[in-house]
Each structure stands twice: as C-alpha cells, then as structure tokens.
C-alpha cells in the first residue's frame, strides 16, 4: 500500500513513520492562516495611507479575509470527506498561495480585498484539511498529543502576529506582509505532496451544492452580522436584516440536510450528547477567551502605552508556554489524566484566574503581567486541545472533514461573538465614565484627541484603563461559566453513555 492510496480510517498498522513531519506540515499551513488573521492589525494605518482606503476599506480589508473563513468551513470539511482530505490540504496551500501573491502585488484597495477574500476561501479549506488529517495520521495517546500540537499553533499565531507585522513593517514594504507566506506555502507544498497520505470518507455521491450555498450564506451573513453590530449598532435595520436572513438560510440549511440522502452535514451528530456538550463548550470558551485576550490587547497598547507589534511581543510568553506544554507531551498527559471534562474545568479556571489577575493589577510591573500569562498559558494549554478532542472523538473518524468544519465554524462565530459582545460592554462603560464635555466620542483615541491637555487627558485615560477592568473582568466570568458549563454538559454525557453502556450489558 503506497501512501497516496485513499483509506477511509488507517489503522495503527499502516500509520507512516513520517507522521511527526507530517504535522509539523499541517502545522506550519494552520500557522499561516492564524497569523493572517492578526498580522494585518498593525499594517492598517500604512495600508490607509498608501493605497488610499477609507475607513471601510480598511474594515475590508480584514473582515473580507474572516468572513470567507468563516462561511466556508463547513463546506471545505464536507470536501475534504468526500473528495479527500490531501486534495484539499493542497488545493488550500494552492489558494491561499495565490492570494498571497495578489495582495502582496496589489496596487489599490478593491484588489487587496479581493485578494484577502481568496485567500480566506484558501484557509478555510486549511482549517479544516489540517485537524482531518491529523486525525487520520495520529491514534491513541499520539493522537491527543497532536491535537494539542495543532491547537497551540492556533494560539501562537494569534499573539505573535502584531510583532511579525511589525517587524516586517520597520524593514521592508507592506506588501512582504503577504509574499512571505508564498515561499512558505511552496515548502509545504512540496513536502505535503510528498508525505502526507490521502483518506476520504465512505459516504457516496457528489457534493451537496444546494446545502453548501445555503450553508455558507448563512454563515457569512451571521458572522457578519456580528462583526458589524458594535459599529453600526446592533438594532441597525442593516444588522437586524443580515442576522435574520443568516438565521432563515440556516434554518433552510437545517431543513434541507434532512430530506437529502447524502447531507453535507449529518445532523444525527447533534443527537450525540458528547458531541453538543463539545461544541457548546467551543462557542462558550471561545467566547470568553478570544474576547478577553482582545481586550487585553487593548489594555497594553493604549493604558501601558506599548506599539501593537511590542504589545505582541509581551503576550508571547502565554503562546510559548502552550506550545511548549503541548509539545513536550505534558498536557496531553495531564488531560490523559483528569479525563477531558475535568482538564476543560481545571483548564479555563486558570485561564480566567490568570486574566483577573492581570486586570486587577494593572498597575503592576511587568512581573505580575508574566506571572499572570503563563497561568493563562497553562489553561488554555489544557483546555484548547481537551474541547478540540471532544469534539472530534464524539464523531465517526471518517467524518474527520465534517467534524473539523463544526470546530472551525462554532470557533469563527465564537471568537466574533466574544470581540463584539465584549468590545461593545467596554465602549457601553467608557460612554459612561467620560467627562460630560466629552460626551459622543466614540473611541478612546477620538477622546483623547478631543481632551484639553493636563487633567481632563488624565481623566479620558482613566475611564477607558477603568472601562477595559470592566470588559476584561466580565470575559474572566464569561471564560469561566464556559467552561465549566462544557465541562458539565461532557461529564452528563459520559454518565448517560455509561449509563447506556451498563443497561446493554445487563439485557
């Protein structure tokens, strides 16, 4: 058997001695999708000024990139079930390459839009062709150990980001931002192509087109929804109109997956206790955590007064400490032994510890900062692979592509409900703490520029260090709730799986 022949669930007999390369592959591929996802932060004003853009434009130019992501992951998981999962990790690679190319050449803003919109249809086939690979390349104990793997890359590329951007920045022109990654993704291309073996599912038949176009749309509008609403004011006719028309196509997806006799998405997944419990706990934890970490972002750059691409730097201990843990194989011990509910609660508790922490003493040194990081590092460590796990043991392996689409979309919406919902508790709190001469400023920056010099500057910096306190510690409660709410609804499966179990074998 040669390793370019599909299988639909490889055995450990067959599992290639290359494997460890093979997700260093799959992780490099998620990095570069993670990094575009924040790198652009710190190249928006640079971007403005040289192409031109409008504020919206700029806006775009980073939610064009989200939205294609987000509203397309279901369908790249169905593909890479049904077409093969290798096809579509190169396919991906292919894709995003290209739209690296075209937004590193661009020359206006409209092309650097459409460039990032191809490469975010690029990622989402990546996001999901990654996990599904690994799952077919890795069982047992080595399996665990890299999700994990696969998870922290996720979080690395998050913090270190702004300081790569930055970097690049200081030395060579904005477009480098986009063509380093083309050299990248041609290494893994070539590599990929070369060792990581094609598998695909058992289902028949071709792709659901109708459930893929009512799926993505409903997606991107829901996802979009979201982003729009703390700027537009979520009871905008704009806002209201998309989130609605999301929810009726979804609702239209949902009813169409049922009559079908090969449903892109196999809703008997979600009569599957585990499996619910999983992915609540996904959209709960990345809720809170995403947000949390975005506001914290936000603390270090306009209350420490630290550039973003410094602001990075100083987060970067809390990435290391994830990979590092996952790695060396440590977390994954440590969740062999807790069982995944208890390591998602043990995991998220210090997750929000360590953010309280850090909000409540915001005017320490940078000590108490890097104490505070690693606490959070060590959570997240335990928490992030645990809940990826749960999702994707609670379905059939040959389903490996659907499973990673449900993770990678329930994440999106998560990660974009936590930046509004928290972002919009913080603007709600800043509102009300500004001086009343200052009242309608709509943004820290745009208050600050407004403020006479001396105390009333002083007074704006206040409101804003105290309305961060509010949204940090309201996203350490939400980090919280969620996971021990996962935590809760997985350890209730368990029992009625046990349960279950015990009843067969006494009949």
């Known amino acids: 058997m040669t390793l370019t022949q599909p299988v639909a669930v490889p055995t450990a007999s067959v599992r290639p001695p290359h494997r460890w ?60 079930d049904r077409y093969g999962r290798r096809r579509m990790l190169l396919a991906g690679l292919v894709l995003f390459g290209l739209g690296s190319l075209a937004a590193g050449l661009a020359s ?203 602001a990075g730097l100083r987060m970067a201990p809390f990435a290391l400490s994830i990979v590092l843990l996952n790695v060396s194989g440590v977390a994954a011990a440590v969740i062999r032994r807790l069982g995944l509910a208890a390591a998602i609660a043990v995991g998220m508790t210090l997750l929000a510890a360590g953010l309280a922490a850090v909000t409540l003493r915001s005017d320490a040194g940078y000590g108490v900062l890097l104490a505070g990081l690693l606490v959070m590092g060590v959570g997240c460590a335990l928490a992030n692979p645990a809940i990826v796990e749960a999702v994707m043991s609670a379905i059939p392996a040959e389903k490996a592509g659907a499973g990673a689409g449900v993770d990678g979309t329930m994440t999106e919406v998560g990660s974009s409900l936590g930046i509004a919902v928290l972002g919009a508790v913080l603007n709600a709190r800043f509102a009300a703490l500004l001086p009343a001469a200052l009242a309608g400023a709509d943004s820290f920056p745009a208050a600050l520029a407004a403020a006479r010099e001396g105390p009333q500057r002083a007074e704006v910096t206040s409101a804003f260090a105290s309305a961060l306190e509010t949204g940090q510690l309201v996203g350490a409660a939400a980090v919280l709730a969620g996971g021990l709410l996962a935590a809760a609804l997985l350890r209730r499966a368990d029992t009625a799986q046990s349960l279950t179990a015990g009843s067969q074998a006494n009949s």
């Open 108 to 310: 206006s803003s409209g092309q650097l839009i459409a460039a990032r919109a191809g490469m975010g249809v690029g990622g989402a086939l990546l996001v999901t062709s990654t996990l599904a690979v690994a799952m077919q390349v890795f069982d047992g104990p080595e399996r665990s150990r890299a999700i994990g793997i696969w998870a922290a890359t996720s979080a690395f590329g998050f913090a270190v980001g702004p300081p790569i951007g930055g970097t690049i920045l200081a030395h060579l022109p904005w477009g480098a931002i986009f063509l380093l990654n083309v050299p990248i993704v041609l290494v893994c291309l070539l590599v990929g192509r070369a060792l990581v073996p094609e598998s695909r599912g058992t289902a028949g038949g071709r792709l659901d087109g109708w459930g893929a176009a009512l799926s993505t749309a409903g997606l991107t509008a829901v996802v979009f929804a979201i982003i729009a609403g703390p700027e537009r004011g979520w009871a905008s006719i704009e806002v209201v109109g998309t989130a609605g028309a999301g929810v009726l196509l979804l609702g239209w997806f949902v009813r169409w997956e049922r009559r079908i006799a090969h449903p892109m998405l196999d809703l008997h997944f979600f009569r599957n206790r585990q499996f619910v419990g999983a992915v609540s706990g996904v959209v709960l934890v990345t809720f809170g955590a995403t947000g949390a970490l975005f506001l914290l972002t936000q603390h270090l750059q306009f209350v420490r007064g630290y550039p973003a691409w410094e």
């Open 21 to 80: 390369l093979v997700l260093a592959v799959l992780c490099v591929a998620q990095l570069v999708v993670v990094l575009d996802n924040t790198v652009l932060t710190v190249a928006v004003p640079v971007l403005t000024r040289e192409l031109g853009a409008s504020t919206a434009d700029a806006q775009w130019m980073i939610n064009a990139y989200a939205l294609a992501l987000s509203g397309l992951l279901l369908t790249a998981g169905a593909a890479a």
